[in-house]
Each structure stands twice: as structure tokens, then as C-alpha cells.
């Protein structure tokens, strides 16, 4: 795979200025304004990263997602959005994207986000290559933050508890939330510590390929086997095997699954040889899992196999007590990345992110305070580099709930007439700013 970046992006000129901001980075990267253009130069070029709008003329940036997870899962993918898709961009990531970033964003906000996602890409292809071409992730450290919540402290206490055990664990939670580093949180304090912890994507493995990927295959076993391969159970034996958004799996490789945690043997692809495997299985997942066994679309001996001790990881919603935390935590790494001293948020920017509803959780926290770091000048994050839908959150959800059964213009239109065309009370009855009330009159076209 080469190191070239495709964008998509319907605004031509847009999309060449940051071509050419890019290539005068040292970047390769290739433009395409549609659907149809961009799905041609991935066939034929096979970029390490592509950058995708999600408003395209002959579709979307969901549908390139899908088309590169189905025929090429290796390639990155990051979306840009727009300020009222971050919802989109959330679900985007549940189904593989690597990140978004936020429209408007400074081409120097955009480089830093491909600089990081090469470097993991690289960081990856060190690790596969220790691993006998087996694309493992290994992690050595967590970042797991205790949290002064009620719900933090009971699943710190719950992970203290299962971690010295043999038990399956199944964690659960929204996209971002932080599973994988619960996860790894159980293994250190379990007495497989010291052995390994190999992190799988099960959204990644296309299911053809599932079978080498979790048991291994010999070499000349398949067209294009031409080595051995240690799959993930055997990289994991004595250590813990994790796997992420389990729900995943087909319904054949559940199948096998199961068989190899109830046999604890596996048989490579090609070979007539079982393999005895000492694993400690962690999965995770963001979907409802006895949802799926209800309608058949997940084995029910499969989920109580995986399932001997659940731990429920609330939302970054649902722990607003542990907001500060998580800021100084992020706010320490992006100064350590960025080698910058930003020493904190102003008040405004605190105010925004209590307010804020944080639909990407502990993710979107880390994305939008690194990118905020990297914008702010002075000692303190300042509201106007946060992100827009950041910034605006609490202004328009109050405008909407003026009156649920109308829209935000004809709340508007409400406001200003029964207070007689008064701007400053009808700002005040809307319970937003005088100045987001002329943004709004001049974008519905209302007369001042």
C-alpha cells in the first residue's frame, strides 16, 4: 500500500487548496469531487488514507466508508463534517470510520490528524511485522481514569473484583466510551499481566478471512498463504484476547468461536495439528447483544460464554462529575504532543463543554481538546477554536425547546412577536445571546 491520500470533496476549490497545502507538506494526495471519481482511484491506487465530506453529488461519505470496509478494511478513513452531521460522524465511527473533523477546521488542523493516523498506521505495520504478519494491536500501558462518579467508582470496584479471576468479561457501552482501555485495565490487575494483550478489531476482519485471522493458517494452506501465520489465540496464549465490537461476527465465525473457547484448541487454516491455547477472553461491544440473540442474529451459548461478568460503561453524558478529569487528562496529553503549555480552558470554554452532550464520549473529548490545543495561542483554550457545534450546543438546544411543536425560525418569529420586534427580550425569552439572535434572523432571511 502506498502512503497517498485521497480527498473527497464536492467543492473543487476547496479540495485543491488543500491539495496543495498538503503536497507542499511532502504528501501524495489525489482529489475527487464524487462518489463514482473516488471509488475508481481507491480500485486503482489503494491510498493509506482517504479523506471524505459526507455530502457528496452521487451519494455519500457513509457510502465510501462502506464501500472501503467491505473491499479494502486496511485503508483509514476520516470524515468531514458540517456543523449539524456530528451525529452522523458518531455512527460513521461506530462503523469504522477512524475519526471526523469539524467544518470549519485550518488545513494545519487537518495535517495533524493525518500525521497522527499515519503514525498509528506505521506503528501498526511494526507490530504486524513482530507478529508474523498478523495485524495485532498490543497495548503496553492504560489511560484509565478512576473517576469520582457513583458509577465510575462501582465499575472501578467491579474491575478490582473480576480482574484477579479467569472470568469471561463483556463490556458494554457507547462508541468511545473507553472499552478498550477497561479492558486493558482487567488484564492489569489479573495475574496474566505480564503476558500479552492482543487487542482485535472484529469489525475489521472480513469474514472470509476471520478463520486465519483468530486460528492461524500453513503456509500454501490458501492462494497467497505463503508463510505460516500465528493467529490472534495463539499471539494470546497465557496472556488476554480482546475483542472489540464482537457483535460483529458472522454468524459462522461465532461458530468457531465458540468452538475454541470451549475446546480451548485450535486448528491453523491447512494444518492437522491442534494447538492447546491458555486464553482470557474480554469482549466488547456498543450494540445490544440480547437484542441480537433475540432475533437470531447472535448465538445465545456464544453470549453466555462471553458473558460470565458484564461491566456497563456509562457515557461521558451520565458522569458529567468526571468532566474535569478526563480535561485535565487530555489537556496534559495534547501539551505533551503538540509540545505546547496550554495551562487551561477559559470559563467560556468551560461552561460549553458542561453543556454539551459529548455524543462521541471520551473520543470526541480527546479530539476536540488536542485540535483546540493545537489552535490556541495564549495560556488558555478560548471559545472561538472549539468547535462549532461544541460552542453553539446549549444556544440551540434552548431555541428548540422554546417551542418543540415548531421550527427554529417559527420560534423565532414567535419570540419577536410577542415582544413587539424587542431583539434584546426576545433573545432573553429564547434564552440565547442578542448576537446568536441576529446570526439566526440573517439566516432565515427575517426582516430586523
Not at 496534559?332 to 477559559?346: D, R, T
Amino acid at each position: 500500500m502506498s502512503n497517498d491520500i485521497l480527498i473527497i470533496e464536492d467543492d473543487i476549490a476547496f479540495g485543491n487548496m488543500l491539495k496543495t497545502f498538503l503536497e507542499r507538506k511532502g504528501l501524495f494526495v489525489s482529489v475527487s469531487s464524487t462518489k463514482t471519481g473516488a471509488e475508481k482511484i481507491i480500485n486503482s491506487t489503494s491510498p493509506a488514507l482517504i479523506i471524505t465530506d459526507i455530502k457528496l453529488p452521487d451519494g455519500s461519505g457513509m457510502d465510501i466508508l462502506k464501500f472501503v470496509k467491505d473491499k479494502y478494511p486496511s485503508i483509514a478513513v476520516v470524515l468531514m463534517t458540517g456543523y449539524a452531521e456530528v451525529t452522523m460522524a458518531v455512527e460513521a465511527i461506530k462503523k469504522g470510520a477512524l475519526d471526523y473533523i469539524s467544518k470549519p477546521f485550518r488545513p494545519e488542523e487537518l495535517l495533524m490528524v493525518i500525521n497522527q493516523v499515519l503514525k498509528e498506521k506505521s506503528n501498526k505495520k511494526v507490530t504486524t511485522s513482530k507478529k508474523n504478519n498478523s495485524p495485532l494491536k498490543k497495548t503496553s500501558s492504560t489511560n484509565y481514569i478512576t473517576g469520582s462518579s457513583e458509577a465510575a467508582k462501582k465499575n472501578h470496584q467491579y474491575i478490582q473484583l473480576v480482574g484477579p479471576t479467569t472470568m469471561s468479561v463483556l463490556v458494554q457501552g457507547e462508541s468511545g466510551t473507553g472499552k478498550e482501555v477497561v479492558a486493558k485495565t482487567i488484564h492489569d490487575f489479573s495475574d496474566r499481566k505480564e503476558e500479552a494483550f492482543i487487542a482485535v478489531d472484529c469489525g475489521a476482519i472480513p469474514k472470509e478471512i476471520a478463520s486465519s485471522e483468530f486460528f492461524g493458517h500453513v503456509k500454501g494452506s490458501f492462494t497467497g498463504a505463503i508463510n505460516d501465520k500465528k493467529g490472534h489465540f495463539e499471539a494470546a496464549h497465557r496472556g488476554t484476547l480482546f475483542l472489540d465490537e464482537v457483535g460483529n461476527l458472522s454468524y459462522e465465525n461465532q461458530v468457531q468461536l465458540l468452538r475454541a473457547l470451549q475446546e480451548r484448541r485450535i486448528k491453523p487454516v491447512g494444518s492437522n495439528t491442534e494447538i492447546e491455547v491458555d486464553v482470557r477472553l474480554i469482549s466488547a461491544t456498543n450494540e445490544d447483544l440480547t437484542k441480537a440473540v433475540n432475533e437470531g442474529t447472535f448465538r445465545e451459548d456464544l453470549y453466555h460464554r462471553l458473558n460470565e461478568f458484564s461491566l456497563q460503561i456509562p457515557s461521558l453524558n451520565e458522569r458529567k462529575e468526571d468532566l474535569h478529569l478526563f480535561i485535565e487528562f487530555f489537556l496534559e496529553q495534547a501539551n505533551s504532543s503538540l509540545k505546547k503549555n496550554i495551562l487551561g480552558l477559559s470559563p467560556e470554554v468551560s461552561e460549553a463543554f458542561k453543556n454539551y452532550n459529548w455524543p462521541g464520549n471520551l473520543r470526541e473529548l480527546k479530539n476536540v481538546i488536542k485540535r483546540s490545543v493545537l489552535l490556541t495561542q495564549g495560556e488558555q483554550v478560548p471559545i472561538d477554536v472549539i468547535p462549532r457545534e461544541v460552542s453553539s450546543f446549549n444556544e440551540n438546544k434552548e431555541i428548540k425547546n422554546f417551542n418543540i411543536q415548531t421550527s427554529e425560525k417559527e420560534s423565532i418569529l414567535a419570540a419577536l412577536k410577542e415582544t413587539g420586534y424587542n431583539k434584546s427580550k426576545a433573545a432573553k425569552l429564547l434564552n440565547i445571546t442578542r448576537k446568536t439572535l441576529y446570526n439566526k434572523m440573517e439566516k432565515y432571511k427575517l426582516d430586523s
